[in-house]
């Protein structure tokens, strides 16, 4: 059966308020179908990247880009050194060569839920530093509200430390304690994988990047996968 694009954007955005990630299978398009299709979008945008609308997800695609590589990439959200953070994030598989690079999603929502009430308070005194793309130094809270939501949802980036805001440097009674909560943070969410992605050629993941990190394993080189990476935001004033 043949799925269009404009109707798995319907389809999208009518779920929007609560999407979490869907895959889509035997998906056969193209780049440029669906570039047009979200442009005609009444709701999604498609942002640009330094290397247009779309990215190419290859081994040799950028050198010096680990992201686009088979190896192993640690959980993350899209992006983050961004201003604006896209909410969604498509991996359009063409070629799957050997599928051994799978992609896992983590679901931040459910572990933020499952912390005490003074874990959360602490939580929202810290922030995630990492330096970007661009070779600055960025920060995001350690908590936020998922702007589609409005569920409490952690962001990380692939290489990141934690850092209380400064205003809050002289009240920070004991440092090894917030060390020790962003450590069982992160080894919850490393071990709550919600779901692994085998791909195959045509499947089409649509993660909500800010609720769910991703990150991606490695067992040897693949060389010739190839994914098309689309990073799409909602324009809160067309819902
Ligand atoms: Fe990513």
Redesign the pocket.
């Known amino acids: 059966m043949e799925i269009k694009i404009p109707i798995v954007l319907k389809k999208l955005e009518n779920s929007i308020s609560d999407f979490e990630y869907q895959v889509i299978e035997d998906l056969e398009t193209s780049e440029k179908s669906i570039i047009d299709s979200v442009k005609q979008s009444s709701v999604f945008n498609l942002m640009k990247s330094f290397d247009g609308l779309v990215s190419h997800v290859k081994q040799w695609a950028n050198p010096i880009d680990k992201?686009r590589w088979s190896k192993q990439?640690n959980m993350?959200?899209?992006w983050l050194y961004y201003k604006d953070v896209p909410e969604i994030?498509w991996l359009y598989c063409i070629d799957s060569w050997k599928s051994k690079a799978t992609t896992f999603v983590i679901d931040t929502k459910k572990v933020i839920w499952e912390l005490l009430d003074d874990e959360l308070d602490m939580l929202k005194k810290l922030q995630y530093s990492y330096i970007g793309r661009d070779w600055k130094f960025h920060s995001r809270p350690a908590i936020e509200n998922d702007p589609l939501s409005w569920a409490f949802i952690t962001n990380m980036s692939?290489k990141w430390f934690i850092s209380p805001y400064p205003y809050l440097w002289a009240k920070m009674p004991d440092m090894f304690d917030y060390i020790k909560l962003v450590k069982k943070v992160h080894d919850k969410l490393s071990s709550s994988i919600k779901y692994e992605h085998f791909r195959k050629k045509w499947d089409l993941l649509l993660v909500n990047n800010n609720r769910y990190l991703?990150?991606?394993n490695w067992w040897e080189l693949d060389l010739n996968r190839h994914l098309l990476?689309f990073r799409l935001n909602v324009d809160a004033s067309r819902i």
């Open positions: 992201s990439f993350h959200t899209d994030i692939a991703h990150w991606r990476r």
